[in-house]
T-cell receptor, first 117, second 116 residues
Framework: GAGVSQSPRYKVAKRGQDVALRCDPI?????LFWYQQALGQGPEFLTY????????KSGLPSDRFFAERPEGSVSTLKIQRTQQEDSAVYLC???????????????FGEGSRLTVL | DQQVKQNSPSLSVQEGRISILNCDYT??????FLWYKKYPAEGPTFLIS?????DKNEDGRFTVFLNKSAKHLSLHIVPSQPGDSAVYFC???????????????FGAGTILRVKS
């Protein structure tokens, strides 16, 4: 597709359920990021992939959060045993090159809104 | 501890006038700054950026000013148009290899409303 595609757009989970959020970046983009955006806040960094390598996962809030990009294209963010504080919009972004070798521009998807009841 | 701060949650401007959105940062390791625009139910889209070696960057109606000594940047939109109504996020990154070299740190955003 022309842009970053995320699915599902909306997800309602009961507390304790596991969820998986998918990101299809722009074809050929090397860098892929996951951000978490709470209501009324700016996006907060979760993790960064360069191709299939996860180079930075310092933003993942707990070991319940796991991300992968096994073939260097599609990425999945998995949240185990969801809790109410996990409710947020999860944004995926991609960049054509290794981050900071260009303008630093990221192309964002529309996000997956997770609501944990 | 917010390292990028947008202290004005909202701003209302008349069409045709100038919109000025402000952003302050605390980390002196940031060396690249960006503005993103976000419409409801869409992801943020890149608007304009500036390197710390510059103090001004202009792109059409949008100009970003950087004051390194004050750790302050601003986005000027002239003239403002109703289609500019959106949430504007300021973001910063650091030198490659440093703690903030592979991520953007965002402010909380400012809602801009341009009245026609």
């Amino acid at each position: 597709g022309a842009g970053v595609s995320q699915s599902p757009r909306y997800k309602v989970a009961k507390r304790g359920q596991d969820v998986a959020l998918r990101c299809d970046p722009i074809s050929g983009h090397v860098s892929l990021f996951w951000y978490q955006q709470a209501l009324g806040q700016g996006p907060e960094f979760l993790t960064y992939f360069q191709n299939e390598a996860q180079l930075d996962k310092s933003g993942l809030p707990s070991d319940r959060f796991f991300a992968e990009r096994p073939e260097g294209s599609v990425s999945t963010l998995k949240i185990q045993r969801t809790q109410q504080e996990d409710s947020a919009v999860y944004l995926c972004a991609s960049s054509v090159k290794v981050f900071r070798t260009n303008t630093g521009e990221l192309f964002f998807g529309e996000g997956s809104r997770l609501t944990v009841l | 501890d917010q390292q990028v701060k947008q202290n004005s949650p909202s701003l209302s401007v008349q069409e045709g006038r100038i919109s000025i959105l402000n952003c302050d940062y605390t980390n002196s390791m940031f060396d690249y700054f960006l503005w993103y625009k976000k419409y409801p139910a869409e992801g943020p889209t890149f608007l304009i950026s500036i390197s710390s070696i510059k103090d001004k960057n202009e792109d059409g109606r949008f100009t970003v000013f950087l004051n390194k000594s004050a750790k302050h940047l601003s986005l000027h939109i002239v003239p403002s148009q109703p289609g500019d109504s959106a949430v504007y996020f300021c973001a910063a990154s650091g030198i490659w290899g440093g703690e903030y070299g592979n991520k953007l740190v965002f402010g909380a955003g400012t809602i801009l409303r341009v009245k026609s």
